[in-house]
């Protein structure tokens, strides 16, 4: 199980500061949608060129024209790009397509998916790398969580790597951990605490012991 900060309220050199501090404990760092929208994809370059062997995940959750986005994020650096589970089938398609050709992943972000189950049997058989369940913040708003959806594609999906992403803290992680994902996503369950580099190094040996 692999362990992905997610940061998404900060600018570029923020950035730097922040993977400084957690980067030995992460395996992949996310540069957040709220991040590329401020920033645009140099901060997913600059992060790529300043942690060269840590993976970058670019969340631009595409939702039309894939293959271009995909394109202009991979000439970026980014590792791992995201489409949404509610776009086209061509959207994912076209996303894929492109990814090969570059030796990049794709996670599909399911956020907002009604009917998750039939959805994720479908993307996993596109030959995504990840789907991912989220409570993004609005839904974190209402108190919601993902725990259920993972269980529902986890009984699905059959290639695809599944990953978790939405709220998660320190004192949630056993939980998430239970539920058995391929990767754990974690935002402010790290960037929002005083000691975020004894976090990450605890949230670490957490998800590494399974
Ligand atoms: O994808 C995210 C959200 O939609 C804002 O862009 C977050 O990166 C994701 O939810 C993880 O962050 P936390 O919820 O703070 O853990």
């Known amino acids: 199980m692999e362990l992905q900060l997610a940061l998404d309220l900060v600018d570029i050199p923020g950035a730097k500061q922040l993977v400084a501090e957690v980067a030995e404990h992460i ?38 024209a894939g293959g271009y986005e995909v394109m202009k994020a991979s000439e970026a650096g980014a590792d791992i790009i995201t489409v949404l589970g509610v776009s086209d089938d061509s959207t994912i398609k076209g996303a894929i397509a492109e990814a090969r050709k570059h030796g990049k992943k ?52 059959k290639q695809a790597q599944t990953a978790i992403a939405g709220g998660i803290k320190l004192d949630t992680l ?30 670490k040996r957490l998800v590494s012991g399974v």
Do not use: W
Not at 32 to 47: D, H, S
Not at 129 to 153: R, T, W
């Open 27 to 64: 395996d992949i760092v996310e540069i957040g949608t709220p991040v590329v929208i401020n920033e645009g994809l140099r901060a997913v370059k600059e992060i790529k060129e300043a942690f060269p062997n840590l993976r970058v995940l670019a969340d631009l959750k595409i939702m039309d």
């Open 106 to 157: 794709i996670m599909v972000d399911m956020i907002n998916v009604k009917d998750i189950e039939d959805r994720a049997r479908e993307i996993d058989a596109f030959g995504v790398d990840y789907i991912c369940v989220h409570s993004g913040y609005d839904h974190q708003a209402d108190g919601k969580n993902s725990f259920e959806e993972l269980a529902a594609i986890k009984r699905v999906v």
């Open 174 to 203: 056993p939980e998430v951990i239970g539920a058995k994902p391929d990767l754990v996503i974690v935002g402010g369950g790290i960037t929002g605490q005083a000691d975020k580099k004894s976090t990450a190094a605890e949230m």
